[in-house]
Every structure is written in C-alpha cells, then in structure tokens.
C-alpha cells in the first residue's frame, strides 16, 4: 500500500495540471490550449494543438521513431523521446523531450514560443510579456466540395445511341451520384455544373469548379466509337495522350468546342498561353488526379464486371484550368446497343453510382489524412 501511495504522490509531483495556459488568436477567436507541467517544464498536448489549429493527422512512425503532422502546408518531422524536429531538411532543438501520457504526445511549450515562431515567422508569432500567441488562420483543406460534371448538355448532345442521348444519361447519373455523396460523406457538398438540359462551355465548367473552391472535379461521359463492338469502361486524368485510343477520346470530347463553342477561333482559345499556363499550374495535382483516376475505374470493374479499357491520360479540354484533382470517367459506350441498354438500366446505373462514390470515398479518406 505505501507503495502505491508513493507511486501516486510520484506522479502528481512530476506531472500536473498548470494555472497558466497558452492564449491562441485564431480566425479572430481566442482559444485556450491547455498546459500541464513535468519535472516544473511546461508542456501541452499534441492532440489539442491539432484540434485548434486544425494541422493534419498526427502520425506516427515506429519504424524512423517519429511524429508527423502538417501545418500551414507544411510537413514538420519531430523525433520521439527527444527535442529534435527536422524541418526544409533543417533540424531545430525545442530544448526539452516529448514524451507520450494518456494516449497523446506532449511537447514543451518551447515548441510553440521559440521553435515555431522560427518556422513560420509570417504567420506566427509570440508575445512574451502578454504570453500569446498570434496566429494565421489555417485553410482546412479536407475534401468538402465536390463538383460532378454531367457532360455535355442543350444544344450538344454528345455521343447518341438507338434509343438515348449522352447528356441525359450523364444527368440522371450526376443527380443520383450527387445524392449518395451528399448522404454518405458528412460535411461534403456536391455541386452540378448544370442541373437540367443546357449547354455549358467547357472552360465554364471548370471555372465555376474553381469559383466555389471544389477540392475534387468529376466529369462524367459516355463513350462512342465508329466500331459498334467496342466496349467497357475508362478513366482519364488530364495529360497529353500516349494511345490512339485516348487521343481518339480526346478528339470526341474536344469536339464540343469546335462544333458549339465557335469553331477553330474557340479552340485557338482552348491552346492559348492562359490555358498553357493553367496546365503548368494543374501539374501539381496530377499524381492526385492519377490516384483518384485508378481508384474510381479499379471500383467500376470490381463492381459492373465491364470490360477494363483502364486509367489513360488525355488533354481533355474540359479539365484544363481545375486547380484540383479532376478526372473525366466514360461509363461505357452509348454506341454499343447492349452497353447502352445497361447505361439506362436503373440497377446497372445504381452499380456505376456506388462504385464512382467508393472510389471517391477512399481517395477522400486518404486525401485528408495527408492533410
């Protein structure tokens, strides 16, 4: 019993609960981030500076023996059991250990004072005769915008088959995908970029993705082809086409611009230095948009047992200008009576629906766990 007693007496001696606490103006709200003192050290938990600042997942990698979050876009790499963080390939000494209790890291409030300030000296920075700290808000940048592209649409009804019109189908599609997103995916919204029959440009189309800040670009299509037989299912992300197939997709999409967007003139537009320089910008989301591409289409086969024409790359006009991961996915060929059967067959459009949100749904839960 004496030495239990002690044990306790030990524990509340080395580590307790400090009067004094950290003040952090942020977005023009003040917030606490509660202390606690270790052998008369301030310290404060990782977990609550997480929730205020809104960083990235903490991570933790037993192998390298290190915690990893992000912060302001920023990934910052700081040893277990040590004082040492690296940063830009840099190392920094915020004097005293971190340390794990009660299913959290704590780290000194050195940390926060000295080492940050250092950082990021635009955006935070700390007061010693006040005690606060004067903070940037943080862009959460999580995956809650999404904006689904029903192509085409109006007086361009895309690709046609025996019995239906492309821009139906991408509609009907849109609005029910819409729907399963909306309830399934807490805090997502799910923008259209048209919600009846109507021709929108394809430049407009990605210029309202951007306008309402989407995180995610979906466009969706059916494919056609001279050759009645050609079939299944495929997925593009922005690029320059490597297959006379993708190119062949390319040039059915593009036409849109040359056939209802006002000929060779518009496409000059679409090949203009701003959109060369949009391209530039997008080349930080292609790996995002790659990922994003091979999830859906890997979740379409899975699920619709189509034929797997693959992920390709293409530089579809409509996805130019997305400054977010965007994808273009042709849902299988109107022009083939049997697929286009199955695309207005309600059970075989429910499997395309679940499949796109699935594929969605991982790459979302990945996406913010890097953030």
């Known amino acids: 019993m004496k030495k239990v007693i002690l044990s306790i007496f030990l524990v509340l001696w080395t580590l307790y609960i400090s009067g004094l606490s950290i003040t952090i103006d942020n977005q023009k709200r003040q917030e606490n981030l509660k202390s606690i003192k270790k052998n008369n050290i301030e310290y404060f938990s990782l977990s609550d500076f997480q929730t205020i600042f809104k960083t990235g997942r903490i991570q933790e990698d037993l192998v390298e023996a290190k915690i990893s979050f992000s912060i302001y876009n920023e990934s910052v790499n700081i040893l277990m059991n040590s004082s040492y963080l690296s940063f830009h390939g840099n ?11 009660n299913y959290s890291w704590y ?9 940050l300030p250092k950082l990021f000296p635009e955006k935070f920075k700390y007061n010693y005769k006040t005690d606060h700290i004067q903070a ?8 809650k915008t999404i904006v689904l592209d ?3 649409g109006g007086k361009d009804p895309g690709a046609t088959g025996k019995n239906s019109a492309e821009k139906d189908i991408t509609l009907d599609i849109a609005f029910q995908l819409k729907k399963v997103i909306e309830t399934r995916l807490d805090g997502v919204k799910v923008l259209l970029t048209r919600s009846r029959d109507e021709f929108v440009s394809l430049q407009s189309r ?3 993705a951007n306008k309402n800040q989407a995180q995610l670009f979906v466009s969706l ?9 050609s079939q299944g299912i495929e997925t593009f992300f922005l690029s320059t086409a490597r297959t006379t197939d993708a190119r062949a997709v390319e040039a059915l999409e593009n036409s849109v611009v040359l056939n209802y967007e006002g000929g060779q003139d ?17 080349s930080e989301q292609l790996e995002e948009s790659s990922n994003l591409a091979l999830r859906i289409q890997s979740s379409l086969i899975e699920s619709t047992k189509a034929s797997d024409r693959g992920v390709k790359q293409a530089g579809f006009y409509v996805l130019r200008g997305a400054f977010m991961p965007s994808v273009l996915v042709e849902m299988g060929f109107i022009s083939n009576e049997e697929e286009e059967k199955r695309l207005l067959d309600k059970n075989h459009q429910a499997k395309i629906i679940e499949s796109i949100f699935k594929g969605i749904q ?10």
């Open 206 to 208: 990605t210029q309202f």
């Open 107 to 115: 780290l000194p409030k050195s940390f926060l004072t000295e080492v």
């Open 150 to 152: 029903p192509g085409h």
């Open 221 to 229: 299509h059916c494919n056609a082809a001279m050759a009645r037989s």
């Open 91 to 101: 190392y920094y000494n915020f004097i005293y250990p971190s340390f794990y209790e």
């Open 136 to 143: 940037n808000s943080i862009y959460d940048s999580r995956i």
């Open 362 to 371: 991982s790459f979302k839960q990945k996406y913010d766990y890097l953030q």
């Open 266 to 282: 518009a496409v000059k537009n679409y090949d203009d230095l701003q959109f060369i320089l949009a391209d530039l910008q997008q």
